[in-house]
């Protein structure tokens, strides 16, 4: 089985991780180079791929710059590149995912193997994954890690602004994507129970009978309790200098520098309690940092605030808080602890698993944790500490104080935790599954994306494509459409034509026969539900296979048959695998109910608006973006060398990416005018055909247009 794994944003490479570095670069990061790397060393595993950006940037480390890292013998990190070179955050990425899908089509395309299964991390990835998914027909998993809703009632609840909130992270963009990829993922791997229903819960595609709970697992070679044969441990002066007494017991708590981590109740729990300062020292773990001022606002907020608490409580001499950590020394900052006999400490307000849980009761912590989230089922499973209320001071160092307290308590906690992770969370126990979880997908797997196209070999080896939408933006101007079958005649040799549009292929024969435009090579009919070639009209039949999943028509219809402001156009209008509406904004429930309506009734579709007045339905792997990325690839057509026309909303996904794109000037207000910062996008001055012409111009496309050799 060759496996695809995509973690996007961060900061990943496969030594010496950058957690904490910032919020992007955290637990997920860590996770996803441990799967790889496990699955990577079973025998039942061909390959591993884990797909995240490349970043060219002189403030990282040319690692991030560098295309293909291996892990082991049969895992490796690819680096696709996506946007501008430089290291950006997450919020930032989205604008750029449809150029990073077309870029690792391309790399496994000239690889030439496509995976088995796609398993998107975040949102971001999700995106990813799921138009991966739908172009080449590979079972789609998904990991969510963390949820927009769940993010987004969390961020009202702390006094931001909706709106704010919006803009600042790009929720709604990302809720969007996470309801898509629920609708379309075979499988979603949860790291707790409490995070199915607590954080998934909240969404429309709510299907826990696709959820599965498998744990994360920690490295067991890394992670473990101290030896004699290990020599002096470096970072103990490192700690020892914060501290008048070093020979107390350390309460460690290791984390981001992030507000939901509740730091500061920790500090205030210890600075309250005269026996616990007493009894135990306490050491801070909070990222990396030369100068806090020069620290994003978040962390600078958290760590001045530390500072702050730690000067009011007067816990000099009792607290340590060092500037700088390695990756490499958090296995040593766990054995420290466990030498003075200490207790590990997850405070945060929430935790959706607690990775850093299961290190230190691999080092053999016993620990103290929110009862909120994720070390639910790991105190659970090993019956290794406690669990305490974030948001009471008192409970927190009264659960630290029953453990340092107690030898007794303290020795049974630590044994039954190194025996549970063995049991529960070891990385090889996690791939093992994983894998069986992964394996059913892959039997219900349809035939691999085709290369062999179904056509005259003379088609094939063209060099470019120019798709156009028929109506609105070829059609319109007889003068334009004249000299626009000119240049195509001119250029046929070099040159595949397509029309891609929402009409039948009945009706789109009609129409270019009316206005004298030759049947084109290829013909992408109802929005991208169906595809001919040549003018002997060749249907493909792996297409309509491919489109087909989970099309559930009849159920469609009767969702909407009761809303008001819909209106089932013409049968002429409508096919196999579309369903067609005239749209009356004024009555009708807005497009995004519609969509709601439709997804908590398990209904898994596309819903395309265009024009304002026409809402269309086809399932969830058709589009036009789809079937020219298909095409595309069967012809052996690399996108930056495909032109797309169009003018309405059905026409996004086909112009976003590394497709050349124009908008002809009939439109340029309208639907389509949120793409004007694209680079790869053309808004013409003149309309309709001429239009066209005058972005062939703009982007000189036939200039080096070439007849490539048949080999």
């Known amino acids: ?181 629920l609708a379309s993922a075979d499988l979603v791997i949860t790291s707790t129970h409490n995070e199915i229903e607590e954080q998934y819960g909240l969404y429309d595609y709510y299907f826990p009978e696709r959820m599965r709970v498998i744990p994360p697992g920690t490295d067991l070679n890394q992670f473990h309790p101290p030896t004699q044969q290990e020599p002096p441990m470096r970072f103990a002066k490192e700690v020892e200098r914060f501290l008048d007494d070093p020979t107390k017991p350390l309460i460690l708590a290791l984390s981001r520098a992030d507000h939901r981590k509740n730091i500061i109740a920790l500090i205030e729990a210890y600075g309250e309690s005269p026996a616990l300062q007493e009894r135990a020292n306490l050491l801070i773990i909070a990222g990396n940092r030369d100068d806090i001022r020069d620290l994003d606002e978040g962390a600078r907020a958290v760590l001045t605030d530390v500072l702050i608490t730690m000067d009011a409580l007067d816990l000099y001499g009792k607290v340590a808080l060092p500037k700088h950590h390695s990756a490499d020394e958090v296995p040593e900052i766990y054995r420290l602890t466990k030498q003075s006999r200490g207790v590990f400490i997850n405070p945060a307000l929430t935790e959706p698993f607690g990775l850093t849980l299961l290190e230190a009761a691999a080092t053999g912590l016993p620990l103290v944790a929110t009862e909120n989230g994720g070390p639910v089922d790991i105190i659970g499973n090993c019956q290794n500490g406690l669990l305490v209320d974030p948001l009471d001071r008192r409970a927190i160092a009264s659960a630290l104080l029953e453990i340092l307290e107690d030898d007794e308590t303290w020795r049974a906690y630590s044994k039954r935790g190194l025996a549970g992770v063995r049991k529960y969370y070891s990385w090889q126990a996690h791939a093992a599954t994983y894998r069986g979880e992964i394996d059913p997908l892959t039997k219900q797997q349809h035939a691999p994306l085709p290369d062999t196209p179904p056509m005259r070999r003379s088609i094939v080896y063209r060099d470019r494509v120019l798709f156009t939408d028929l109506d609105q933006s070829l059609l319109g101007d007889p003068e334009g459409v004249e000299q626009f079958v000119a240049m195509m005649r001119e250029n046929k040799r070099c040159s595949n034509f397509g029309i891609a549009t929402g009409r039948r292929l009945d009706t789109l024969l009609i ?52 809303i008001a402001g819909l209106v089932p156009q013409l049968k002429t209008e409508q096919s196999r695998f579309k369903i067609s509406y005239h749209y009356d904004p004024a009555v009708a429930p807005s497009v995004e109910e519609i969509s709601t309506l439709l997804r908590t009734r398990e209904i898994t579709v596309n819903v395309i608006h265009a024009f304002g007045q026409f809402l269309d339905i086809v399932p969830i792997r058709a589009s036009k973006g789809l079937a020219v990325r298909y095409v595309a690839h069967r012809f052996g057509i690399p996108l930056e060398h495909a032109l797309v026309v169009g003018g309405s909303g059905a026409d996004e996904d086909m112009m976003r990416g590394n497709t050349l794109a124009v908008v002809v000037a009939n439109r340029h207000h309208e639907e389509l005018s949120q793409l004007a910062e694209n680079d790869n996008i053309y808004f013409a001055q003149q309309a309709h055909a001429k239009g066209i012409l005058e972005a062939v111009e703009h982007y000189d496309f036939f200039q080096s247009c070439r007849v490539p050799v048949a080999e």
């Open 1 to 181: 089985m060759y496996i695809l794994l995509l973690s996007i944003h961060g900061l990943i490479r496969g030594h010496n991780l950058e957690l904490g570095r910032d919020a992007d670069t955290g637990g997920q990061t860590k996770y996803v180079v441990d799967l790889a790397r496990a699955l990577g060393k079973r025998d039942d595993v061909a390959q591993v791929d884990l797909v995240t950006r490349r970043v060219v940037d002189p403030a990282v480390s040319p690692d991030y710059a560098q295309q293909i890292e291996p892990l082991s013998e049969k895992s490796r990190i690819v680096r696709i590149d996506a946007g501008p070179q430089e290291y950006i955050v997450k919020e930032q990425l989205w604008d750029h995912l449809d150029g990073f899908i077309d870029n690792l089509t391309a790399f496994l395309n000239d690889a030439g193997s496509w995976p088995h299964i796609v398993h998107s991390h975040y949102a971001d990835a999700g995106y990813v994954g799921v138009r991966l998914s739908n172009l080449i027909g590979a079972p789609l998993v998904h990991t969510g890690h963390s949820l927009g809703r769940d993010k987004r009632q969390r961020l009202l609840a702390a006094g931001l602004d909706s709106d704010e909130i919006d803009a600042r992270y790009n929720m709604l963009q990302r809720i969007d994507a996470e309801e898509t990829v």
């Open 511 to 562: 129409e270019l026969k009316k206005h004298g435009v030759p049947v084109p090579d290829i013909l992408i009919t109802s929005l991208g539900t169906e595809i001919h070639y040549t003018a002997r009209l060749v249907p493909d039949d792996y297409w309509n296979d491919h489109v087909d999943h989970l099309w559930k028509p009849r159920a469609v219809r009767r969702a909407l048959a009761d």
